[in-house]
């Protein structure tokens, strides 16, 4: 297949349906991911294609869309299921961490958990409450897990197609902002691994870290301190569980200066464990404390609001002037 | 708004009648019975599948081992050898007589108590224990027996089972998944999102719900304000209730939902009326709530007694039989004794091992810096 230009929702269809031909025991499983098609068309016609069997409209139950999915993978399936939003992960909470997490550990070994649950995640696409949520940090928090979020539709296709490949249980972060951009996808190149932070800007001053939602907003934010005469390097985590630090040291250890980015609360959040890791490893590189742009440390905002909630161009420039200040 | 008419009072009982309509004017059925308490059979033998020698032996023996090994369980955690252990006690029916009408292919999700159902199953009674001694989060390898590893996340394991089923059905495989929960489970939103993804996949899953009449203090009745097995028709599969002390009933009832499903009708629920005549687990007293009238009464219907007394009865075992048996848990139990007094503890990094199938950077870092600290209590070079 040549290399196309779609959007990454259609990135996110197209490696789904490559996972499914690939392999028929995957599993497509979610609420109207059917008929419908996902209420983001990122299952679009997948189940015309490959039938109800394999592309299944579940109840509206979310504990019960992960339990299966635990059951169907002991019976050697490999369930990629879909909750339909953020703020609707929490009744699945529970499988997720006591069960899918723990059941590779618990039996030495034996019974593999190779589950991926997509999760459409993030702000700024002025939704009702609870449709708006990044809780990345929950899942990143719990052993067993990996967690991992594409920013690119690049991205969003390979990293979906290893995530489905994984034998670990991988919780897939969709940035559901960014579902309608555009770029190049091509099914012939050779990706990077799946825990791998990349640099997507070269820069010498600064860098910046984000991941899913927040790159672009990062790469704007580099361009735009170009303009002030500051190189700013970039970075796209990519991963959360793991990070990639061997990356994000190297970036600092040239920079001497760290600026992560995320929508999700500061408090307790991602750039929490990133500061404090980056503190421990480039302590004498840093000329200036590793700073976050986040959320508040209140519930996610009505829409009207969430402008003055989410990080903008405005507060990580502010943020990267503060850090270069010291 | 329209004046009353000469219709008006025709309309209400219409409507009555109409809401009627949906009570439900049913009996309370009597759970399915075959063995009386008193040993002697509700049925003509013939008419009682697989009713014989050998299945009436054989349900014998493995309630008595069942019980050798939760008295042993029990004996070694008041002596500090294990740190906790729930006994099965009072369910031993229930859990063999089901046991025994399964298939080897047939895959079990147990709850926390079902070690009568693990010694069915062929799990080593030593790997059942070694969860308990806290040597272990697992204990054996379910891909072997078919009996998957216990659940601690009450009723978390009944979606398990739903979805292992849906796999089967998909390989096109008769087997069946068997969940075995208790009437504390019952609550659980996790238990009833099972049924509904079980109902509309007509999934090849069997619920085997062992009341026991209480999730550690509460009675049953902070469960439910109606009998359990009416809750499957509301879902839309069937659902029965059965003795659960009388082993050859429990054995007959799931046989005939094994069928059932087997056969492709879908789900099928058996609620197995039983009693905990233990405690919740050895870290609970009973006595706190428990009125002692009601273990008496629990008493006089012992599982054991009653398969006992109808083999002695009927002549289909002798004497020789019981002692035999008798020898067998007596085994049992010293090789249960031996095996948890001399079991090792884990080496303490084993707790990095298997954390996830493919590694991770994060997990082996912190290995790697354990077994260095680790290492520095032994390491002459270090100060």
Same mark, same amino acid.
């Given at each position: 297949m040549p290399a196309q230009t779609m959007t990454l929702a259609k990135a996110l269809n197209l490696s789904l349906r490559t996972a499914l031909e690939d392999d028929p025991d995957v599993l497509v499983m979610g609420e109207d991911v059917g008929r419908l098609g996902g209420v983001f068309r990122v299952t679009d016609g997948l189940q015309k294609d490959f039938g109800e069997d394999r592309v299944m409209d579940s109840p509206l139950a979310e504990s019960g869309i992960v339990g299966t999915a635990v059951g169907l993978a002991l019976g050697g399936h490999r369930p990629v299921v879909e909750i339909q939003f953020d703020g609707f992960v929490f009744p699945a909470y529970d499988q997720i961490v006591t069960q899918l997490a723990k059941l590779h550990a618990r039996s030495g070994g034996a019974l593999r958990m190779p589950v991926v649950v997509r999760i459409p995640y993030g702000g @700024?696409? @002025?939704?009702?409450?609870?449709?708006?949520?990044? #809780?990345?940090a929950l899942f990143a928090h719990v052993p067993g897990l990996k967690v991992v979020s594409p920013a690119t539709p690049s991205d969003a296709y390979w990293m979906l197609g290893q995530a489905v490949r994984s034998d670990d249980p991988v919780i897939f972060f969709e940035p559901k902002r960014r579902y309608w951009d555009t770029g190049e996808v091509d099914p012939g190149a050779t990706p990077p691994p799946l825990h791998r932070a990349r640099v997507v800007r070269a820069g010498t001053d600064l860098t910046l870290a984000g991941y899913g939602p927040t790159v672009k907003l990062c790469r704007e934010a580099a361009e735009a301190a170009a303009e002030d005469g500051r190189s700013v390097e970039v970075l796209d985590l990519r991963s959360l569980s793991p990070v990639d630090f061997d990356t994000v040291q190297a970036s600092v250890e040239r920079t001497h200066r760290l600026v992560v980015v995320h929508e999700a609360p500061v408090f307790f959040g991602a750039g929490a464990e990133i500061a404090a890791r980056i503190t421990t490893r480039c302590f004498y590189a840093l000329e200036a404390p590793v700073l976050r742009v986040g959320g508040h440390h209140? #519930?996610? #905002?009505?829409a009207r609001l969430e402008g003055h909630y989410l990080p903008d161009l405005d507060r990580v420039l502010a943020a990267v002037d503060d850090s270069l200040a010291y | 708004m329209t004046a009353p008419t000469a219709d008006h009072a025709s309309g209400a009982t219409a409507l009555t009648d109409a809401l009627n309509a949906f009570a439900d004017h049913r009996p309370e059925p009597q759970a399915v *019975?075959?063995?009386?308490?008193?040993?002697?059979?509700?049925? $003509? $033998?013939?008419?009682? $599948?697989?009713?014989?020698s050998e299945l009436l032996r054989a349900l014998y023996r493995d309630m008595r081992m069942a019980r050798e090994l939760d008295t042993e369980a029990t004996a070694l955690q008041r002596q500090g050898e294990l740190g906790l252990w729930p006994p099965l006690l009072g369910q031993e029916a229930a859990q063999i007589g089901s046991a025994h009408a399964l298939r080897p292919d047939d895959h079990v999700f147990p709850s926390y108590r079902e070690h009568g159902v693990a010694w069915c199953r062929g799990v080593d009674p030593v790997d059942v224990v070694r969860l308990f001694r806290g040597v272990t989060n697992g204990g054996w390898d379910p891909r072997g027996s078919g009996f998957h590893l216990y659940t601690l996340v009450v009723g978390a394991h009944v979606l398990h089972a739903t979805g292992y089923a849906m796999s089967l059905a998909k390989r096109g495989s008769d087997a069946v998944a068997v969940a075995y929960f208790g009437d504390g489970a019952s609550s659980e939103g996790d238990v009833a999102e099972a049924f509904t993804f079980a109902a509309v996949h007509d999934a090849p899953v069997l619920f085997l719900? *062992? /009341? /026991? *009449?209480?999730a550690i203090s509460e009675p049953v009745t902070r469960q439910t304000s109606s009998p359990l097995y009416r809750r499957a028709q509301g879902f839309g599969f069937p659902g029965v209730r059965v003795d659960g002390n009388d082993a050859l009933a429990v054995h007959a009832v799931t046989r005939h939902a094994l069928d059932h499903i087997r056969g492709g009708g879908g789900p099928f629920f058996v609620e197995a009326f039983t009693y905990r005549m233990g405690a919740h687990t050895t870290s609970d007293d009973p006595t706190r709530y428990r009125p002692p009238a009601e273990l008496e009464q629990w008493r006089a219907r012992d599982p054991l007694a009653r398969l006992r007394a109808h083999l002695s009865a009927t002549g289909l075992a002798e004497p020789a039989f019981f002692e035999e048996t008798e020898e067998r848990a007596t085994e049992l139990a010293h090789r249960v004794r031996h095996a948890v007094r001399t079991m090792p503890d884990p080496a303490p990094a084993g707790v990095f091992d298997h954390v996830h199938a493919e590694g991770h950077a994060l997990v082996d870092e912190e290995r790697r810096r354990f077994e260095e600290y680790e290492r520095s209590f032994t390491d002459p070079e270090r100060p």
């Open positions: @700024g696409i @002025g939704a009702v409450e609870h449709h708006s949520e990044s #809780p990345e209140t #519930p996610y #905002p009505p | *019975q075959l063995l009386r308490p008193d040993g002697t059979l509700t049925l $003509p $033998p013939e008419h009682i $599948p697989g009713y014989g719900c *062992q /009341n /026991n *009449q209480w």
